[in-house]
């Protein structure tokens, strides 16, 4: 559930929306923002006090065939 409105508010491309889906405070989600973009998983751009994310799909779909690779084989 968490998963699937996170994945909202990367679709929506704002902090804002992600706060509002997750329904956490804003340093938290910022906090989890720059975890996934440490990580390789979101992509970042500014623009002014704005900040765009995107989830790297190809990443992500890497990483749950590894999983599922590693459960199921």
Request: charged share 30%; hydrophobic share 45%; proline share 1%.
């Amino acid at each position: 559930m968490v998963l699937q409105e996170l994945r909202i508010a990367v679709l929506a491309q704002r902090e804002g929306a992600a706060l509002e889906a997750l329904a956490t405070s804003l340093p938290q989600v910022s906090r989890h923002l720059a975890r996934l973009r440490d990580a390789g998983l979101v992509t970042v751009e500014r623009d002014g006090r704005r900040a765009y994310y995107q989830l790297k799909l190809e990443r992500v779909r890497r990483i749950g065939d590894d999983l599922l690779t590693a459960l199921f084989h």
